[in-house]
């Protein structure tokens, strides 16, 4: 009687199984396998620091030199990823954003950096940051002008790409400001696109197109993957648990449209890293840290790596958080379900692993527990027939080894995550 139960607990197990892997293909080989921009670049989310949140348009160097748009802040954060951490753990594009520009193009019809704030030119910052094994972005805008007026590059896109190559720059943000029409945003978004494949130096494009598209009709995601790496869809992140929640909120509210055509190559972007700043408590930047793990988003930073609290840093350096967003599986997460002012989201990552995050978004009371029953992660597989548990975020803890009809009772504080890594273990 004893084995014939147990025989049959082995064979529904094993039936448990085989229909796990049945799902697993269907998960895996149902997804649209959407065509990415073939630069061979980007295979992971890219990583590095873009100076836009943190220092916006601020061209008042007499006045604020330590924080204004200039060669001496992109030299000294060059110096700072290198030398402490950030490079080693993955972070190499240094990049900036709008308010670089001199306001006129030269003779030749170039643009050019402000010569007062970038005395030695581009060409000499990218020396400087790829003598220190780092990378370089700039940014330009498809339209008329920059989002801060500065000249755009409508008309000039291959000259611009020309530009940019011959100055050794390593990736473009493309701003979608002062635009005519959506013709004119989508020629303008492909046209540099191929203007940089063109100049045959490996350059990423981080495109804004999706989101400059939204409020006329829905981009056509499998196309932008085509032209782009990295994608903004939504407005712009402020240094504010507010700005985080309503850029989560719109990437649950469209996860069906935006999930699958994410891949090695292209990614949904949205947008800076605010930790280390002003506006996050302690639980709001896990929550950002382990939610653009689960999204596969580029983890760029904008923040002062050179007055950035140990705290912070021990969150933006953490490897294993790291290494769920630089997943070589590539499948970006979604969100499972939400009850009770929970969220539960999960992402598939290589060898069968899967990254979970409980989020508590009620911002009242304290720490509220929440039980999961283990059967529902993973589409049923994460832990089939089981699995070891690694909470990752706020602290690393083994949890230990858990049966698929197990559940598992985490506590998380309000704002908060909880970030765990299931393994099979069998
Ligand atoms: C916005 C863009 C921001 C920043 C800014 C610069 O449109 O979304 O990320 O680049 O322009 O002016």
């Known amino acids: 009687m004893m084995t014939a139960t147990v025989k049959l607990v082995s064979r529904v197990r094993r039936l448990g199984c085989v229909l796990a892997f049945c799902f697993l293909a269907l998960f895996l080989w149902g997804l649209p396998g959407a065509r990415a921009l073939d630069n061979g670049l980007a295979m992971t989310p890219t990583m590095g620091w873009l100076h836009w949140e943190r220092f916006m348009c601020n061209v008042n160097c007499q006045e604020e030199p330590d924080s204004c748009v200039s060669e001496k802040l ?17 972070y190499e594009y240094l990049c900036i954003d709008d308010c670089w520009m ?51 590059s409508f008309g000039y896109y291959d000259i611009d790409a020309k530009t940019f190559a011959d100055w050794g720059v390593d990736l473009l943000k493309f701003d979608g400001c002062y635009c005519d029409s959506i013709k004119h945003l989508a020629d303008g978004y492909k046209h540099m696109s191929l203007a940089l494949n063109r100049t045959g130096r490996s350059i990423v494009y981080s495109c804004e197109w999706p989101l400059y598209m939204w409020p006329i009709f829905k981009p056509n995601y499998t196309e932008i993957r085509e032209y782009c790496n990295h994608w903004r869809n939504f407005a712009d992140v402020y240094d504010s648990w507010q700005s985080i929640r309503s850029i989560l909120d719109w990437t649950t509210s469209n996860q069906e449209r935006i999930v699958p055509v994410a891949g ?69 997460g979604y969100r499972l379900r939400k009850e009770d002012n929970f969220e539960v989201w999960e992402r598939p990552l290589s060898n069968l692993a899967w990254a979970v995050a409980m989020v508590n978004l009620q911002e009242i009371g304290g720490p509220r527990s929440y039980t999961i029953s283990l059967t529902s992660l993973g589409q049923g597989l994460a832990c089939n027939p089981d699995c070891l548990i690694t909470q990752l975020l706020p602290v690393k803890r083994k949890l230990g080894f858990y049966e698929w009809t197990s559940s598992l009772k985490t506590q998380v504080n309000p704002t908060g995550t909880v970030l765990l890594r299931l393994e099979r273990a069998s």
């Open 102 to 152: 001199a306001p006129e193009r030269d003779s030749e019809g170039r643009l050019q950096a402000d010569p007062k704030r970038f005395p030695g030119g581009i060409r000499r910052l990218a020396n400087y940051v790829h003598s220190k094994g780092l990378k370089l972005g700039i940014y330009a805008d498809v339209g008329n002008k920059t989002c801060a007026g500065f000249p755009g």
């Open 264 to 332: 090695p190559g292209g990614w949904n972007d949205p947008d800076m890293l605010v930790i280390g700043n002003f506006g996050l408590s302690r639980d709001q930047q896990i929550t950002q840290m382990a939610l653009w793990a689960i999204m596969a988003a580029p983890l760029l930073m904008s923040n002062d790596l050179r007055h950035i609290c140990l705290e912070a840093k021990a969150l933006l350096q953490d490897k294993d958080v790291i290494a769920i967003n630089q997943d070589p599986l590539g499948k970006q």
């Open 74 to 90: 992109f030299l000294q954060i060059a110096e700072i990823m290198a030398s402490d951490g950030w490079k080693d753990v993955g």
